[in-house]
Structures are given as C-alpha cells and as structure tokens.
C-alpha cells in the first residue's frame, strides 16, 4: 500500500507540493527553472536527495544538439571549386584583352615617350598569345598569363620568338573598353607595385588605345 501511495504521489500535480500520506514532502529547491537541482525528500524525519531524470537525459540531448549543428552547417566546398573558378576568371579576362593595341606612350625611367613617329601595335588573342609589330613588321611574339584576382592584376609576358626570346616580364595592368596601362619589369626583376616608369624604379610603363 506504501508502495502504491507513494506512485500515485508522484504521478499527481499535486504530489511535488505536499503529501501528508507517506508523510514527506517533495518539490523543486527555489529557484530551480530546468529541474538541475536536487529533489528534496523528508520521510520519517530524514532529509535525502536524488537528481531528476533530466540530468541522466542530459548527455544525449548535448549530443542530439550537435549532430543537428553539424547538419545544419554549410558542406565544405569542393577542393576543386576554386581552381576552376580562377581558370574561368581568367578564360574571361584574356577574352576581355584580346583584340589590336596600338602603344599611345611609353614611360621609362622618369621619360615619357609620344609614340607619334612610328606604329607599335600588339595583337591579342583570347588564347593568350599575342604578336608585336612596329610599322608593321613584326618584332617578337609571345603568350600571356593573367591574374585578374590580383590586387593590381598581374600578367607574366613571356616572349618566345623575336628580340629577348626566353624572356618573362612581370607585370601589372589596367583594362577598360578602349585604354590600358601595362607596367612590367624584365628579367628576374620584382613585379611592380604600382603604375609608374619613374626615375630608379627600374619599370616601363605602356599606355595603349585599342584600335
């Protein structure tokens, strides 16, 4: 009969607050919002405690919480995503500087040049590749590689026929519909950091007009 009585103490609304029958009383300690504090129990003028089941819950439900995070998370992206975002970036910028450039000016070592008297001319490809002509005869071709994440882009020029033949200038440059600024360096010459042909810098900087 305890036994039964003190189940259906338990089970009531009412069993937490007062149960004159088996003679204890049960409830939450104050201030006890989540049920982590310990239940006390009086029976027979003894004071005992025990925990409530939702600290024996309490593990599993930490591990239900994180798995649903990393669920939830973004999936990693593709180790390869990024290599073929840059080629197509880059697939675009050469389609962007293909075409027929004729040299406006050139400045070198603190001079600058008006190409008036002769004809210098660069042929784009959006292959990359590129032929130079002055006055229409042909000097030195090459290929092109861009790099148009590049805060300024950069390009490697490298020529493989004609004058400096095995040469690879690293530069920088600026594209619009019609202009653009090409700054380089020859040789194993640091690539330049801003657009400029000053005196002691060691840079060219070319202006050209798209024809």
Not at 161 to 168: C, F, M, N, P
Not at 180 to 192: K, V, Y
Request: charged share 20%; with cysteine.
């Amino acid at each position: 009969m305890l036994r039964a009585a003190r189940t259906i103490a338990r089970s009531h609304p009412l069993g937490r607050f007062a149960n004159p029958l088996l003679g204890c009383e049960t409830g939450w300690k104050t201030g006890d919002r989540f049920g982590l504090n310990p239940v006390i129990l009086m029976r027979n003028g003894q004071m005992r405690t025990r925990r409530k089941s939702f600290l024996r819950l309490l593990p599993a439900t930490l591990a239900v919480m994180f798995s649903l995070v990393v669920a939830t998370a973004a999936p990693p992206s593709s180790p390869t995503a990024e290599p073929d975002r840059e080629a197509s970036t880059s697939e675009a910028e050469l389609a962007r500087y293909a075409g027929s450039w004729q040299v406006v000016t050139i400045e070198a070592n603190g001079t600058v040049s008006a190409e008036t008297s002769r004809v210098i001319v660069v042929d784009n490809r959006p292959d990359g590749s590129w032929t130079l002509t002055v006055d229409g005869q042909e000097i030195a071709s090459g290929t092109n590689s861009l790099d148009p994440l590049a805060v300024p882009k950069a390009i490697d020029i490298t020529i493989t026929e004609g004058q400096g033949s095995g040469s690879v200038l690293r530069g920088i440059y600026e594209l619009s519909d019609q202009t653009r600024r090409l700054c380089f360096r020859g040789g194993t010459g640091w690539r330049p950091r801003e657009f400029s042909g000053a005196a002691g810098s060691d840079s060219v900087l070319v202006t050209f007009q798209r024809r």
